[in-house]
């Protein structure tokens, strides 16, 4: 769980339309698409939380049901489901399913899936599915999911639980349902091939490539020359270069960028952190990120459950210090630009600003020490909705609580929130939350980050709000 907290920029993508002139709707024998990443998939695990593992895990395998385009729940292995009480909800799977051993799927392997998702040492969905009390069959194609306390985003949490066969352990082969299964490994590219037997609708492309390329001139090439089709990642230095042969396209990233006071240190003073906030610009994305990043007000990014729409930000007058305070800035490497302008921000209301950058691993060390005074912290938003972000690093007890910040009110604002099944009431209680906290000051918003991918003129795909690039939604303009 801890690599959440080490995501730094994202980026985002418009809808790419088809055009009439061409055709998209027959499979082609020979067809191959390659998708290029900048980082590569580090752990097979279908139970894995890291956001690189996924975006080349999601097209091999599939939950009980998973998000659509727009970040609602859509069917997936399972093709309904509803809520027989407040605490459970009832499950009934798709008929005819088969994994890519010839296996056929049943309620045993669901059950099994999720209890190793919960129970395995080596998962890391555990503290996501904590609240989960028992998982039960009712019959071959019918699954109970029981929560301790109601649970207004089990759905969500249920996204990120691949399933596979009952007893199934051999990560490193993997063996799910979705639409692609694993063909090899060659120079740096995972190799998928359709399957065929799969019980939705068969991909375009008989092959997905899915590459790994660490080099952004190797990547910007790539695309360029021809020999990929969609880069995930592409260098915002790169977009002018890019415009003539690829279409560029932009979406919401669901990530938002902050700076976390110390409630421990320094900034157990209050009004310590007010002049701080006094001096800080609320407009930091105009002058970073060129232009792939977007002004942030708040604690919930636009897109998500919980985005305030009528969010009113209020400035402060500068506040000068009547004694210099010194205090540290902790910063990831590669965002010295950004430090840069802190520290003359702060420096205006009299703070003595040692700017301080470290390694991902080190930085993650020094937060983790309780000695950061000050310091970058970015948060990505896998449930779409804001109250993961409260539960997490707002609530005393949260696992990313990282500033020792204590609210008894607000902790018992969130726990009622948790609890919350009725939509509006809950909108309510997170926008109070969220009031409440930036009221004390601890969380300065900086900017959210977009998604920018590189897509061939004749590639057609609809982008998606959780970012995954699934090749089996791609599909190719061909001449009539």
């Not at 068969?202 to 790539?222: D, G, T, V």
Request: glycine share 6%.
């Amino acid at each position: 769980m801890k690599s959440r907290l080490l995501t730094f920029l994202i980026f985002s993508l418009l809808f790419l339309p088809a055009c009439s002139a061409y055709r998209q709707d027959s499979q082609e024998e020979n067809e191959v698409l390659t998708i290029a990443y900048a980082d590569p998939i580090l752990d097979y695990s279908p139970f894995s939380y890291n956001a690189k593992d996924r975006q080349y895990l999601a097209n091999i395998y599939e939950p009980l049901l998973r998000y659509d385009q727009n970040f609602n729940p859509d069917t997936a292995l399972a093709l309904s489901w509803g809520r027989l009480d407040d605490r459970t909800w009832e499950f009934r799977l798709r008929k005819d399913v088969f994994f890519h051993d010839g296996t056929t799927l049943d309620s045993g392997d669901v059950i099994y899936s999720l209890n190793k998702a919960i129970e395995d040492d080596s998962s890391g969905l555990s503290g996501l599915l904590s609240g989960i009390e028992s998982v039960e069959a009712d019959g071959v194609e019918r699954v109970l999911i029981k929560s301790y306390d109601p649970d207004p985003l089990l759905l969500n949490r249920l996204v990120n639980v691949y399933i596979v066969p009952e007893n199934y352990d051999d990560f490193l082969r993997p063996n799910g349902t979705g639409p692609y299964k694993v063909k090899g490994f060659e120079d740096s590219s995972l190799i998928l091939s359709r399957f065929d037997n799969y019980w939705g609708e068969i991909p375009f492309f008989a092959e997905a490539r899915l590459r790994y390329e660490p080099s952004a001139e190797e990547r910007y090439q790539s695309i360029v020359n021809g020999d990929v089709d969609i880069l995930a990642n592409v260098p915002p230095s790169f977009v002018e270069a890019l415009k003539e042969d690829v279409l560029l396209l932009e979406y919401p990233a669901l990530e938002n960028s902050f700076l976390i006071f110390n409630t421990v240190g320094p900034f157990k003073d209050k009004e310590l952190r007010e002049a701080a906030w006094s001096a800080l610009d609320m407009d930091y994305a105009l002058n970073l990120g060129g232009g792939y990043l977007k002004a942030s007000y708040q604690y919930a990014s636009s897109g998500i459950f919980g985005y305030i729409n009528n969010w009113e930000p209020f400035s402060l007058e500068l506040v000068q210090l009547e004694d210099p305070v010194e205090i540290n800035l902790d910063l990831p490497e590669g965002l010295g630009a950004l430090g840069d302008l802190l520290v003359k921000d702060l420096t205006k209301a009299g703070f003595i600003v040692n700017l301080n950058e470290f390694t991902a691993n080190d930085f993650e060390e020094r937060i983790y020490s309780g000695d950061a005074d000050l310091f970058f912290f970015g948060w990505k938003y896998d449930l779409a909705d804001v109250s993961d972000f409260f539960e997490s690093v707002v609530d005393s007890n949260g696992n990313f609580n990282l500033a020792s910040y204590k609210n008894e009110e607000i902790d018992s604002l969130i726990e009622q929130a948790s609890r919350t099944l009725d939509l509006e009431e809950r909108r309510m209680l997170l926008e109070e939350i969220a009031r409440l906290f930036y009221a004390d000051k601890v969380a300065f918003p900086l900017f959210e980050a977009k998604l920018l991918y590189g897509v061939r003129p004749d590639i057609v795909w609809q982008a998606r709000l959780d970012g995954l690039i699934l090749a089996s939604e791609i599909s190719k303009n061909m001449l009539e």
